[in-house]
């Protein structure tokens, strides 16, 4: 697209007199269509990258802020905006949601719920996203609850329990539609549930199917958990997966076993915690499965985005999933089979030796969690934990933010209380050698670290790669940064003042880029100076066929 | 104003004051709430109070008496609302009321019911603490002082006598947060070395000896370092006889904060 297509596909959208639906061909092609952000991972392979490159590494020291939009909602902040019909869609703590202008950030409706008593929650009452469908957006609600709501008014369409919060479950996920289906994951495993993953009719809110990510017994994998540990197993599944549209597959990380710190009374590999799922998306049944940490004790969920890559791995061209994980190692799959090819540590490992040629790591002994505390890297945050990850097809790098360091775990027997919580004990830092961070570049086909900007607190926000040459992240310190995607060189900052704990986006207005991050309890968008297409040349730069996600 | 409320009429309504001053614990005595209220202090306490609550960077709880008041509700509320001027947070808005109960079980489950040997003189302590210790260079006890390391006016109910003694003889087994030393070499060559008051991904702030402030961009000066070990110099064990180590750490445990002047 250059500048003249992308200021006809504008004025076609307004001369039309209302703006087009978000049809499911419309996701499918969310990649093409630069102008909007229309879902979490911007396509549905999780690349967060966007072919716009009027803001460039020769230019990006230029980018002021446009508006800043303040919720005033306590919390942590880490939800990826949508873009659609000249509107930014976003989702804030303690159930606010709004609707703001793109053109000056005013809010245009707000939505609340108050967080009835109850609800259990280990890590922050956040939400992390919008999905869209048609006229209906549509977000989870802590009370584990999954809404539809009107996108032109944020009125309610409908509203659906899913799962019960007496249970100890919660939601914050950030849902994705895969054709008229909106799926979501669940949070709780701290709180002993046994999670699934659900998709819900988009129009009518009715559940059509759910896959647990524990299974009973007598199901396969049900003989991994001794005695009736499976009913407390969780398995959380809190970031949202990505689909495969040749292949109809949704691909799902799923989380920590419960009780966390102490596998003691969950004997057994504790299928499918800490793992990827692939499930068939008209059924939800499962189509093969990859278990990162079997029997984990150290809380390494594998919910990192699974990310969709046709790359070269040993010569080969596979079709691939990938994840640098929170235990420390990225892994690709083929993501048709989930076989294995290339398991490597990214950062400092103390707990396996490597990955064997059976899929199972080699564990190094004396690493587990015992009363008094015990060291082992990573630590409980990994490595890489939800914040969201980049692929960028211009370097063919995948970007994502770390934490480096170690922890001391401990363990501790714990009787089991329904909505109580429920981890066998903790993790405490190590004295006089704190946690720090980085953003990496690794090359997608061997593992290989290509460059890595190392930061002096683990990285808090996720990452957005674009066509300009350039990788944006951001800090627990607040500062917005963008890097040379090539290099890892810092270009350019800018101090939010607020922590960022969300991934940043970018979108096209009356034809100019802009890109937006939440930090502390605001939205806040940049641009160049200048009106659109001055300051910058906007060049057509389409993408070989075979790296596009979606249908060829 | 509610103390007094409650010591005037005492004698005849105590049990009017006890539900002013707040709620009875419902799970008092309870010992699988104790057990409960373990694994959730070892999630949201252990950090500072340390595994078994002895303390650490935080007060020891298991000495059965509590600076913020004796009775549930006292802890109940500190636990709910944080404590003000001292490193305690809120958990209220984390934890339901029944799970700040549970901690409350639990910490009374732990307590020892014996105070803390104080054999220190008091006086003598705080003579040694301005005279010949010299640790108001660096510390300050309310309004008198220095500012480089951390203000001392609370260190009586913020740190355990455990912890206290080992800050003095050994400064690096923990860092206070915020304390790390700073070096930075600029441009010219001149080195500037002092705790951190400020430190990200392209910034260093720092306080110096003579107290003064000092900001730099990392990309304006020829290296910054930051090292997690402490300014303080680790002469102390040999500075100090037992005797008057102990005075000093009679005279820091008995710092409970800002000491208004009597009209």
Sequence with gaps: MNRWTAILAVALAVSSGRAADVTWDKLLRAQSDPASWLTYGRNHAGWRYSELDQINAGNVAQLVPQWMFQTGVQGKFETTPLVHDRMMFVTAPINHAYALDLLTGRQIWHYYKALPPGVSICCGQVNRGFAILGQKLFKVNLESRLLALDAKTGSVLWETEIDSIKKGFSATVAPLVVKNMVLVGIAGAEYGVRAFIDAFDADTGKRVWRFWTVPSPGEPGGDTWGGDSWQRGGGSTWVTGTYDPELNLVYWGTGNPGPDWNGDVRPGDNLYTDSLVALDADTGKLKWYYQFTPHDVHDWDAISDPVLVDILVKGQKVKAVIQANRNGFYYVMDRATGKLLLATPYTKVSWADSIGPDGRPVLISGQDPTPEGNQSCPSIGGGHNWQASAYSPQTGLYYFPTAEGCQIYYKTDQEFREGQLYTGSTGGPIPLEPTTGAVMAVEPGTGVTRWKYEMVTPATGGVLATAGGLVFAGDREGYFIALDARTGKPLWKFPTGGVVIAPPITYLLDGKQYLAIAAGQSMITFALPGPAGRSASFSARRLPPQTRPGPQ | ?263
């Excluded at chain 2, 510390?139 to 800050?167: C, F, I, N, W």
């Design chain 2, 1 to 263: 104003m509610r103390r007094f409320r409650c010591l005037w009429v005492m004698g005849l309504m105590t049990a009017v004051c006890a539900a002013q001053t707040g709620k009875k614990n419902p799970l008092a005595g309870d010992p699988r709430a104790a057990d409960e209220g373990r694994m959730m202090f070892r999630g949201s306490c252990s950090l500072c109070h340390g595994i078994k609550a002895e303390g650490g960077r935080g007060p020891d709880l298991t000495l059965g008496t509590f600076s913020v008041g004796e009775a549930d509700a006292d802890l109940y509320n500190v636990i709910a609302n944080g404590s003000a001027g001292t490193e305690m947070p809120e958990f209220g808005s984390r934890l339901e009321e029944e799970n700040i109960w549970r901690l409350v079980t639990f910490l009374r489950s732990v307590a020892r019911r014996e105070g803390v040997a104080i054999t220190g003189n008091r006086a003598s302590g705080e003579k040694l603490f301005w005279g010949k210790g010299q640790c108001g260079q660096c510390h300050r006890v309310q309004a008198q002082g220095g500012r480089m390391g951390p203000d001392l006016t609370l260190a009586g109910r913020q740190r355990s006598l455990a912890y206290l003694k080992e800050s003095i003889l050994d400064p690096n087994a923990d860092l206070t947060p915020g304390y790390p030393t700073i070096t930075v070499v600029t441009r010219d060559a001149k080195t500037i070395v002092g705790t951190q008051r400020g430190f990200d991904n392209f910034s260093a702030q720092l306080m110096d000896a003579g107290e003064n402030f000092h900001s730099f961009l990392k990309s304006d000066v020829r290296s910054v370092k930051r090292e997690f070990r402490s300014l303080m110099p680790d002469n102390y064990r040999r500075l100090f006889p037992e005797l008057e180590l102990n005075d000093l750490l009679a005279y820091l445990h008995s710092l409970r904060g800002l000491v208004e002047e009597k009209k």
